[in-house]
């Protein structure tokens, strides 16, 4: 059995990759951060992404500056060392306390620390160890108390408890502990196996990239008053990272440039950094990292210090270089071009995903992209496909390219001068998991503007959506976009100055306001340019400048603060994610070394909101909508609620708002209750279908046109920058979940003796009565176990519907059956007329003759169903016919014939076209017995041939015996007479 841990792979993989701890990450014994200086105020604790930060959690305080006298702190806390710059700070009672040093010259920092009086105190460790053989990952598990912990536990780098935890564990498991993963897209939980063993317990989990979010909860068990807190992390798959070769050049920025940086929508702690002397590339979040360097020959010095952009999309870099595009994998260096469908050159740019969904529902045929790539005309989209022969061919062509559109079909689909200059600015995907949104850049020739437009193109329906959205910006800007975690499509744009936004549908627009420059942030940091815009999942954003001064604000907020100083104006750095969904900072030194350090937004928005007076608008905003993604199928009904707290006479209201086809019918309902000043507000909503697809005319069109994918924004009606809880952003897809499937109770493909065997079916017993017999070779995958049966039982199949999560239901509405041989020689119990009907009834016959030109299996099903209990549908003719559909309720069952046995394999279908979006079937197979097989004619005429030759042959035999023997008795007498006896 081979097992290894993430950290082990790397190590395994090249001597060159470097590990260092989280020098800034929480740790007992802090060394000394290079990338902090000037006048700045840091603390940090020991638990990691100041998780615990309450009365019982020692916090370290630093100081950076000259001219240091003293720690300022209230009369609840106390200092260890009031005098040092270094020192421990504890306080006894929660709240927000003013934490200050008292220094000499003009830059004052200080905090308003919000510090808690939980009784959460102690975390879970986890380990993971990946067992590729069967696609498993093993997570050890155990409980410290991080005031407690060793070093080792506090740097993320233990292998097994140390004697404190080992304690602490066994203790909390005597009095009942005991983890439990729980995943939260597939909501699937896994529990250990076996008790505590050498103070840690063991999870198995499997290897799944559609269920990589985890969060370990235990029981609500206390010890001293103490409980465990819940741990949500990325479970990702252990990426392989290629090795640095030696004789490797490296690739790299012109000089003077800012950072590049892409990372995994879907797995934030796999990143790629171009800087200006290496490109690094990590699947940990910068615990581990490598150099991404490229083989000699292919470029020349000047190109491979030219990186002009870079995105990372399934798990393969693309590099621009003087306008053509690169990729590096872990085989090889490519130069892509007309051979993949993409120009030689004069690639401005490229971007990938920036939001992940796991789950959407794509209607149409192929794979939705995962990244573009644009020149100043065309746009080109890229996905990962999988050939029929991957032998032959190269790892790039694996992925694809094709052209989307062109800037004069662009000005035809928006009605636009065809002698003014329309290019391409930026593409950039959108939150909704279907599109993308390109900006166009609008000029006229002899003005000094230009406009921005943009345009939205759906993948799924291929259609290019013009929004009503322009901006008016000097001819010599360059915006960068983003659009925002919103179902709505909302966007943020920045030039090297300010930050525009547009919220709400492009109705809401302006430019990002400050206390004073109107907006402009270069001239409250210093002169200093943007250079990035950090969003995440709870509607936060960061803006940060080039030297390092930051800007805080909320979605749907239209002025910024800002943030106090927490990294020298001097270093590189980039905001990055860990597999705990946490912010945190990367810095990047001149000597090609990389050191993180985890950063505290929480706190340090809520110290400035707190300084500023600024308070949420409600106390509380809940939902009992759990998950991101919901699948509506017909009948289905999606209930859920929303509910709000709020201070009495502030007047808040919640906001439900959808993006996509009007395909589901919504009904609310609102309470509304007083107690002690504090409003509650619920609003109850249903989410349905009210489409009757039975007997339409174009079933398969109507199907179309009422399933498709809808984004649904959920959230109070005002709330300001201090506002923890974000809204709530979902989807709900109305149409087939591809993981539902039917089965037949009883029937397995496990469980039974396989052996290769074939069978003959007779001529006769064939629907459309051919010249020949059939032969069939059994299919045991496909089939699966046959059923025995008595050729005198009736059999009644039962059918239940399953999904990803396993059995749902049995399914009630109607369904058919046939034999997918062509067999016929089958009937039903039940006629039509004992079934209710007024109409003939729909028959398997009737169908295939009326659709000869498709196969069996599509003659009939939902599309064409029309039911037989109205005298407006169908026409009058023999009831006495069998009925042929069956459903749970009825008395119909298969009869079998009484003169031969035979192997039956049926497909079964739904035949209800109001029950799934889904064409629901299965296979099953029975095999009759009871009767003895009628012999074949020849065969007994010959053995009675041989009989009678036998008999005859027996007689004849006989005949001259007897003759032979009357013979031999007439001529000689049948008595001799006695001699006389001599006288002696």
């Not at 700045?40 to 020692?58: G, K, Q």
């Not at 803006?543 to 106090?564: G, P, R, T």
């Amino acid at each position: 059995m081979w097992e290894t841990t993430a950290e082990d792979r790397l190590q395994q993989q090249t001597n060159s990759s470097r590990t260092r701890g989280a020098g800034a990450d929480s740790q007992s014994e802090r060394a000394e951060c290079p990338c902090t200086g000037g006048f700045l105020v840091e603390y940090y604790t020991n638990s990691p992404n100041f998780r615990i930060f309450s009365i019982r959690s020692t916090i370290h305080l630093e100081y950076e500056g000259t001219s240091f006298s003293e720690w300022s702190v209230p009369a609840s806390c106390s200092v260890k060392d009031r005098r040092s710059p270094k020192t421990e700070l504890r306080c006894s009672s929660p709240g927000y306390h003013h934490i200050k040093p008292i220094v000499t010259g003009p830059v004052k920092e200080s905090r308003y620390l919000s510090v808690d009086n939980s009784q959460i105190c102690f975390l879970w460790y986890c380990k993971v160890k990946y067992f590729f053989h069967n696609l498993t990952q093993v997570i050890i598990i155990w409980v410290y108390d991080p005031e407690n912990a060793d070093r080792d536990e506090l740097l993320r780098k233990a292998n097994e408890p140390s004697r404190n935890s080992m304690i602490l564990t066994k203790q909390l498991a005597t009095l009942g502990q005991r983890p439990t993963i729980y995943t939260i897209l597939r909501r699937k939980q896994y529990s250990p196996r076996q008790l505590l063993k050498n103070g840690v317990w063991k999870i198995s989990v499997p290897m799944r990239k559609d269920d990589m979010l985890q969060s370990i909860m235990g029981n609500k068990v206390a010890f001293q008053d103490c409980f465990v807190a819940d741990f949500f992390f990325l479970l990702v798959f252990p990426l392989v990272i290629a090795p640095e070769i030696p004789g490797y050049l490296p690739l790299s920025t012109p000089s003077g440039s800012q950072l590049i940086v892409d990372w995994d929508a879907c797995a934030p702690s796999t990143i790629v950094v171009v800087a200006e002397m290496e490109t690094f590339q990590t699947n940990d979040s910068f615990l581990t990292w490598t150099k991404i360097r490229v083989p000699p020959g292919i470029l020349n010095d000047d190109e491979r210090h030219s990186v002009t952009d870079m995105c990372l999309s399934e798990g393969r870099i693309f590099f621009i270089i003087n306008g053509i595009l690169y990729l590096k994998d872990f085989y090889k260096f490519t130069r892509l071009g007309r051979n993949d469908n993409l120009p030689d050159g004069g690639i401005i740019g490229t971007t990938s995903r920036r939001w992940c969904w796991v789950n959407y529902l794509f209607k149409s045929q192929g794979k939705r992209s995962s990244m573009a790539v644009w020149t100043e005309n065309e746009v080109y989209l890229g996905s990962q496909h999988q050939p029929q022969n991957t032998r032959q061919q190269e790892p790039h062509q694996l992925f694809r390219f094709h052209k989307i559109i062109t800037t004069t079909e662009l000005k035809n689909l928006l009605r636009l001068s065809p002698t003014a200059t329309l290019t391409i600015h930026t593409v950039e995907y959108t939150a909704h998991p279907l599109e993308l949104g390109l900006f166009l850049s609008y000029h006229v020739a002899h003005t000094f503007n230009k406009k921005i437009y943009l345009v939205i193109y759906n993948e799924d329906t291929k259609r290019w959506m013009h929004q009503d959205f322009a901006l008016d910006v000097p001819i010599d800007s360059f915006l960068v976009s983003r659009f925002l975690y919103s179902a709505m499509p909302e966007l943020l744009l920045w030039d090297k100055h300010r930050v525009y936004y547009s919220y709400h549908n492009f109705t809401v627009s302006g430019i990002l306001q400050t206390p004073t420059e109107n907006g402009n942030l270069s001239r409250l940091s210093q002169n200093s340019n943007i250079d990035d815009v950090f969003l995440d999942y709870f509607g936060n954003i960061v803006i940060k400048m080039e030297n390092n001064i930051m800007f805080y604000s909320k979605v749907n907020i239209k002025d910024a603060i800002q943030l106090h100083s927490w990294i020298n104006k001097t270093i590189n750095s980039f905001f990055g994610l860990d597999i705990a969904g946490q912010l945190y900072f990367v810095y990047v030194f001149e000597d090609g070394t990389l050191e993180t350090q985890q950063y505290p937004l929480k706190l340090e928005a809520q110290s400035l909101t707190f300084q500023a007076s600024e308070e949420c608008p409600y106390v509380a905003f809940h939902t009992s909508l759990t998950r991101v993604f919901y699948f509506l199928d017909k009948r289905e009904v999606l209930p859920f609620w929303v509910q709000m707290t709020y201070p009495e006479n502030v007047g808040l209201h919640i906001i439900l708002e959808s993006y996509g086809p009007k395909i589901i019918k919504e009904k609310r309902k609102f309470t509304f209750e007083i107690i002690l000043g504090q409003c509650t507000k619920t609003m109850i909503s249903t989410f349905s279908q009210a489409v009757n697809y039975e007997a339409v005319g174009d079933y398969f069109k109507l199907q179309d046109q009422t399933s498709g994918l809808v984004l649904y924004n959920v959230q109070p009606s005002r709330y300001s920058k201090a506002c923890i809880t974000p809204k709530k952003v979902f989807q709900v897809a109305v149409g087939c979940n591809s993981k539902k499937y039917i089965a037949v109770k009883g029937f397995s493909k496990k469980g039974c003796l396989r052996h290769n065997f074939s069978y003959v079916i007779e001529k006769s017993y064939l629907r459309h009565r051919p010249s020949k017999n059939l032969k069939v070779k059994y299919d045991w995958e496909k089939y699966g176990c046959p059923l025995r049966l008595d050729f005198r039982k009736k059999f009644k199949p039962l059918i239940q519907l399953f999904d990803d999560n396993g059995y749902v239901e049995d399914v009630t509405v109607n369904f058919i059956v046939w034999e997918i041989h062509g067999r016929d020689d089958y009937s039903f119990n039940t006629t039509m007329r004992k079934h209710g009907c007024l109409n003939e009834a729909q028959t398997w016959k009737s169908m295939t003759e009326l659709n000869k030109h498709l196969p069996l299996e599509k003659a009939w099903g939902p599309e064409n169903y029309k039911h037989c209990f109205s005298y407006a549908i169908g026409k009058p003719g023999d009831l006495n016919q069998p009925y042929e559909i069956i459903n749970k309720s009825n008395y119909n069952h298969i009869i079998w014939p009484l003169d031969h046995s035979g192997m039956y394999v049926f497909g079964v279908k739904i035949l209800d076209p109001n029950y799934s979006f889904c064409n629901l079937t299965a296979i099953f197979a029975i095999e009759t017995f009871g009767l003895i097989t009628r012999p074949n004619g020849y065969l007994v005429a010959s053995f009675l041939f041989l009989l009678m030759l036998l008999f005859f042959s027996i007689l004849v035999l006989s005949y001259f015996q007897y003759m032979k023997i009357y013979r031999q008795y007439i001529y000689e007498p049948l008595h001799e007479p006695e001699r006389k006896q001599k006288k002696t």
